[in-house]
Protein backbone atom coordinates (compact mmCIF):
# COMPACT_ATOMS: atom_id res chain seq x y z
CA UNK A 1 0.00 0.00 0.00
CA UNK A 2 0.75 3.27 -0.03
CA UNK A 3 1.74 5.25 3.34
CA UNK A 4 3.97 8.15 4.41
CA UNK A 5 4.56 8.50 7.70
CA UNK A 6 6.19 11.98 9.71
CA UNK A 7 6.37 13.40 13.44
CA UNK A 8 4.28 15.81 13.90
CA UNK A 9 6.37 18.47 15.98
CA UNK A 10 9.68 19.59 16.02
CA UNK A 11 11.12 22.31 18.00
CA UNK A 12 14.81 23.75 17.17
CA UNK A 13 16.46 27.00 18.59
CA UNK A 14 17.31 29.56 15.76
CA UNK A 15 21.19 29.27 14.02
CA UNK A 16 20.71 25.11 15.21
CA UNK A 17 20.64 22.60 12.30
CA UNK A 18 17.05 20.79 12.30
CA UNK A 19 16.25 17.24 10.67
CA UNK A 20 12.43 16.76 9.62
CA UNK A 21 12.32 12.85 9.07
CA UNK A 22 9.62 10.62 6.90
CA UNK A 23 9.26 6.79 6.28
CA UNK A 24 6.90 5.72 3.09
CA UNK A 25 6.04 2.30 2.39
CA UNK A 26 5.67 2.36 -1.28
CA UNK A 27 9.20 0.95 -3.11
CA UNK A 28 7.72 2.04 -6.47
CA UNK A 29 8.17 5.82 -5.98
CA UNK A 30 9.47 7.77 -8.72
CA UNK A 31 10.13 11.08 -6.61
CA UNK A 32 10.17 12.42 -3.30
CA UNK A 33 9.37 15.72 -2.21
CA UNK A 34 9.34 18.27 0.61
CA UNK A 35 6.85 21.08 0.39
CA UNK A 36 6.55 23.81 3.33
CA UNK A 37 3.42 25.19 4.90
CA UNK A 38 3.24 28.50 6.03
CA UNK A 39 0.19 29.68 8.07
CA UNK A 40 -2.64 30.84 6.12
CA UNK A 41 -0.96 29.90 2.87
CA UNK A 42 -0.64 26.91 0.46
CA UNK A 43 1.55 24.32 -0.17
CA UNK A 44 5.26 25.21 -1.81
CA UNK A 45 7.42 23.00 -2.89
CA UNK A 46 10.70 23.31 -1.39
CA UNK A 47 12.58 20.52 -2.71
CA UNK A 48 12.68 17.10 -4.54
CA UNK A 49 14.80 14.45 -5.24
CA UNK A 50 14.74 11.53 -7.60
CA UNK A 51 14.19 7.98 -6.56
CA UNK A 52 17.34 6.99 -7.86
CA UNK A 53 19.62 9.44 -5.80
CA UNK A 54 21.08 9.54 -2.55
CA UNK A 55 21.15 13.54 -2.00
CA UNK A 56 20.87 16.51 -2.97
CA UNK A 57 21.57 20.10 -1.55
CA UNK A 58 19.80 23.23 -2.46
CA UNK A 59 21.60 26.21 -0.39
CA UNK A 60 20.76 25.49 3.43
CA UNK A 61 18.60 22.33 2.46
CA UNK A 62 19.92 18.82 2.29
CA UNK A 63 17.72 15.78 1.48
CA UNK A 64 19.24 12.14 2.31
CA UNK A 65 17.33 9.47 0.73
CA UNK A 66 17.95 5.68 2.40
CA UNK A 67 15.81 3.71 -0.49
CA UNK A 68 16.39 0.38 1.15
CA UNK A 69 15.00 1.90 4.49
CA UNK A 70 12.19 4.04 2.30
CA UNK A 71 13.89 6.79 4.63
CA UNK A 72 13.87 10.54 3.45
CA UNK A 73 15.11 13.17 5.64
CA UNK A 74 15.30 17.33 5.02
CA UNK A 75 18.25 18.96 6.64
CA UNK A 76 17.78 22.92 7.32
CA UNK A 77 21.29 24.26 8.46
CA UNK A 78 21.13 27.67 9.98
CA UNK A 79 17.34 27.40 10.70
CA UNK A 80 15.71 30.55 10.86
CA UNK A 81 12.63 32.03 12.36
CA UNK A 82 11.05 32.41 8.77
CA UNK A 83 11.56 28.74 8.85
CA UNK A 84 8.66 28.08 11.15
CA UNK A 85 6.13 26.22 9.14
CA UNK A 86 4.52 22.47 8.41
CA UNK A 87 6.74 20.72 6.56
CA UNK A 88 5.03 18.12 4.28
CA UNK A 89 6.88 14.87 2.94
CA UNK A 90 5.52 13.26 0.10
CA UNK A 91 5.96 10.29 -2.55
CA UNK A 92 5.13 10.36 -5.94
CA UNK A 93 4.09 6.37 -6.74
CA UNK A 94 5.30 4.63 -9.80
CA UNK A 95 1.69 4.16 -10.81
CA UNK A 96 0.87 7.14 -14.01
CA UNK A 97 -1.84 9.30 -12.26
CA UNK A 98 0.32 12.14 -11.02
CA UNK A 99 -1.53 12.23 -7.57
CA UNK A 100 1.08 12.61 -4.61
CA UNK A 101 0.62 11.04 -1.02
CA UNK A 102 1.44 12.73 2.12
CA UNK A 103 2.73 12.53 4.86
CA UNK A 104 0.94 13.96 8.39
CA UNK A 105 2.89 17.13 8.17
CA UNK A 106 5.91 18.25 10.96
CA UNK A 107 5.32 21.69 12.62
CA UNK A 108 8.83 23.42 12.91
CA UNK A 109 9.39 25.55 15.76
CA UNK A 110 11.92 27.39 15.93
CA UNK A 111 13.00 29.39 18.87
CA UNK A 112 14.71 32.47 18.81
CA UNK B 1 -1.60 37.58 -10.46
CA UNK B 2 -1.12 34.02 -8.75
CA UNK B 3 -1.16 31.00 -10.97
CA UNK B 4 -3.92 28.38 -9.27
CA UNK B 5 -6.81 30.26 -7.68
CA UNK B 6 -9.22 29.29 -5.31
CA UNK B 7 -12.83 30.91 -4.20
CA UNK B 8 -13.84 31.40 -1.26
CA UNK B 9 -11.26 31.57 0.59
CA UNK B 10 -13.11 31.40 3.38
CA UNK B 11 -16.64 30.42 3.44
CA UNK B 12 -18.85 28.94 6.30
CA UNK B 13 -22.07 27.09 5.69
CA UNK B 14 -25.11 24.70 7.87
CA UNK B 15 -25.40 21.42 7.25
CA UNK B 16 -27.32 20.29 4.56
CA UNK B 17 -26.54 23.09 2.29
CA UNK B 18 -25.01 22.30 -0.98
CA UNK B 19 -22.09 24.83 -1.61
CA UNK B 20 -18.94 24.80 -4.63
CA UNK B 21 -15.48 25.26 -4.36
CA UNK B 22 -14.36 27.15 -7.45
CA UNK B 23 -10.62 26.57 -8.73
CA UNK B 24 -8.44 28.56 -11.59
CA UNK B 25 -5.35 28.00 -13.26
CA UNK B 26 -3.09 29.96 -16.11
CA UNK B 27 -0.36 27.70 -16.27
CA UNK B 28 -2.05 25.44 -18.77
CA UNK B 29 -2.03 22.23 -17.12
CA UNK B 30 -3.77 19.45 -18.06
CA UNK B 31 -4.06 17.78 -14.89
CA UNK B 32 -5.71 19.20 -11.72
CA UNK B 33 -6.30 17.33 -8.32
CA UNK B 34 -8.73 18.70 -5.31
CA UNK B 35 -7.56 17.58 -1.88
CA UNK B 36 -8.34 18.28 1.46
CA UNK B 37 -5.95 18.92 4.72
CA UNK B 38 -6.94 18.23 8.47
CA UNK B 39 -4.93 18.45 11.45
CA UNK B 40 -2.53 15.75 11.78
CA UNK B 41 -3.56 14.11 8.39
CA UNK B 42 -1.92 15.74 6.04
CA UNK B 43 -3.64 15.87 2.47
CA UNK B 44 -5.85 13.22 1.31
CA UNK B 45 -6.96 13.31 -2.54
CA UNK B 46 -10.48 14.01 -3.46
CA UNK B 47 -10.73 13.80 -6.72
CA UNK B 48 -8.18 14.26 -9.93
CA UNK B 49 -8.92 15.21 -13.53
CA UNK B 50 -6.21 14.62 -16.55
CA UNK B 51 -8.13 15.70 -18.74
CA UNK B 52 -11.64 17.54 -19.20
CA UNK B 53 -12.81 14.60 -19.97
CA UNK B 54 -11.30 12.42 -17.97
CA UNK B 55 -12.28 12.31 -14.15
CA UNK B 56 -11.29 10.15 -11.40
CA UNK B 57 -12.03 9.39 -7.55
CA UNK B 58 -9.56 9.69 -5.21
CA UNK B 59 -9.23 8.23 -1.90
CA UNK B 60 -12.07 10.33 0.05
CA UNK B 61 -14.43 11.28 -2.65
CA UNK B 62 -17.86 9.78 -0.79
CA UNK B 63 -20.00 13.17 -0.31
CA UNK B 64 -18.34 15.11 -2.91
CA UNK B 65 -18.84 15.26 -6.58
CA UNK B 66 -16.24 17.87 -9.27
CA UNK B 67 -16.76 19.18 -12.71
CA UNK B 68 -14.18 20.28 -14.94
CA UNK B 69 -16.13 23.19 -16.89
CA UNK B 70 -12.55 23.31 -18.76
CA UNK B 71 -8.89 22.58 -19.33
CA UNK B 72 -8.34 25.55 -16.45
CA UNK B 73 -11.40 24.93 -14.20
CA UNK B 74 -12.58 22.47 -11.66
CA UNK B 75 -14.87 22.98 -9.51
CA UNK B 76 -15.53 20.50 -6.20
CA UNK B 77 -19.41 20.81 -4.88
CA UNK B 78 -20.51 19.37 -1.40
CA UNK B 79 -24.22 18.34 -2.53
CA UNK B 80 -25.30 18.06 1.25
CA UNK B 81 -22.50 19.77 3.54
CA UNK B 82 -21.85 17.68 6.94
CA UNK B 83 -19.42 19.01 10.15
CA UNK B 84 -17.18 16.54 9.41
CA UNK B 85 -16.64 18.03 6.13
CA UNK B 86 -14.75 20.93 7.63
CA UNK B 87 -11.65 21.26 6.72
CA UNK B 88 -8.87 23.32 5.01
CA UNK B 89 -9.39 22.06 0.80
CA UNK B 90 -6.85 22.94 -1.85
CA UNK B 91 -6.89 22.83 -5.34
CA UNK B 92 -3.37 21.62 -7.68
CA UNK B 93 -2.18 21.46 -10.98
CA UNK B 94 0.35 19.70 -12.94
CA UNK B 95 1.55 18.90 -15.98
CA UNK B 96 3.34 15.19 -16.58
CA UNK B 97 6.53 16.51 -15.01
CA UNK B 98 7.08 15.95 -11.24
CA UNK B 99 5.55 19.22 -9.67
CA UNK B 100 2.48 20.10 -8.71
CA UNK B 101 1.63 23.69 -7.67
CA UNK B 102 -1.17 24.49 -5.35
CA UNK B 103 -3.70 27.21 -4.67
CA UNK B 104 -3.94 29.06 -1.07
CA UNK B 105 -6.99 26.89 0.12
CA UNK B 106 -10.27 27.34 0.87
CA UNK B 107 -11.24 26.86 4.39
CA UNK B 108 -14.86 25.70 4.77
CA UNK B 109 -16.30 25.32 8.19
CA UNK B 110 -19.78 23.12 7.82
CA UNK B 111 -21.81 23.96 11.53
Known amino acids: GEDVEQSLFLSVREGDSSVINCTYT??????LYWYKQEPGAGLQLLTYIFSNMDMKQDQRLTVLLNKKDKHLSLRIADTQTGDSAIYFC????????????FGQGTTLQVKP | DADVTQTPRNRITKTGKRIMLECSQTKGHDRMYWYRQDPGLGLRLIYY???????NKGEISDGYSVSRQAQAKFSLSLESAIPNQTALYFCATSDSAYEQYFGPGTRLTVT
Open chain 2, 49 to 55: SFDVKDI
Open chain 1, 90 to 101: AEKPGSNTGKLI
Open chain 1, 26 to 31: DSSSTY
